[in-house]
Each structure stands twice: as structure tokens, then as C-alpha cells.
Nanobody, 128 residues
Framework: QVQLVESGGGLVQAGDSLRLSCAAS????????MGWFRQAPGKEREFVSF????????YYADSVKGRFTASRDNAKNTVYLEMNSLKPEDTAVYYC?????????????????????WGQGTQVTVSS
């Protein structure tokens, strides 16, 4: 069964850091490209970051570029999102997702419809 489980969310103050983790079943993680998305109340789900299978290709939304870093440990079937200098506007439910389609480039990798499997999400709340 395909499974993605996010963790690491919480309530922090502006300027703080958090590291989100997304643990996947081995079957889910094998040969996958992984994305992070977020959804704030009343807003559509938006792209945050993408990381390739080898980790050598990453993409970031402009709103998080320079503050967030995606990484992965394939031996642990886990992908991470290191979030620094958090802002109140980063408050959202964060989702990890796995992609198996043939897709390259920022445009394709940033589309939610490009991803095949999704986790349940973890809440991140940043207070001012």
C-alpha cells in the first residue's frame, strides 16, 4: 500500500526554524521524485519545493527560495524540508507528494496534478 506520512509541524514564532519529514513506504519511495506543497485556510494548494530522485535537482517557489531547503535520504525512504526564517505567511498545512510520471522542468514539477500520491499533511503555524 502506498503511504506517505509527514511529521515535524508545529507552532513557532516568526524567525524560527522547523524541519518537516516525510516518511514513505519503500514501494512509494523507489524511483520517486518528491514535492512539498502547502495549503493555507481559504487558499488553494500551492507548490513549495521539488527534489529529484538523486537529490541533484531542486526547485523552489519564489516565496520560499533562500529560506527552505529540500533534501532526501533514500536509504531511510525519507524526504525533508528544512524551513528557516519562518514568516506568518508560511502558516499552512504542508503536504509531501510522490511523482512517477515522466516530467521535467519547473512548470511540470510544480503542478499538483503531476503527483501521484499524497500524504495527509502536517500543520505549521507561525506566530508574529
Amino acid at each position: 500500500q502506498v503511504q506517505l506520512v509527514e511529521s515535524g509541524g508545529g507552532l513557532v514564532q516568526a524567525g524560527d526554524s522547523l524541519r518537516l519529514s516525510c516518511a514513505a513506504s519503500r514501494r512509494t519511495f523507489s524511483n520517486s521524485r518528491m514535492g512539498w506543497f502547502r495549503q493555507a485556510p481559504g487558499k488553494e494548494r500551492e507548490f513549495v519545493s521539488f527534489i529529484s530522485w538523486s537529490g541533484d535537482i531542486t526547485y523552489y517557489a519564489d516565496s520560499v527560495k533562500g529560506r527552505f531547503t529540500a533534501s532526501r535520504d533514500n536509504a531511510k525512504n525519507t524526504v525533508y524540508l528544512e524551513m528557516n526564517s519562518l514568516k506568518p505567511e508560511d502558516t499552512a498545512v504542508y503536504y509531501c507528494a510522490a511523482m512517477y510520471i515522466v516530467c521535467s522542468g519547473y512548470e511540470c514539477s510544480s503542478r499538483a496534478s503531476s503527483y501521484n500520491y499524497w500524504g495527509q499533511g502536517t500543520q505549521v503555524t507561525v506566530s508574529s
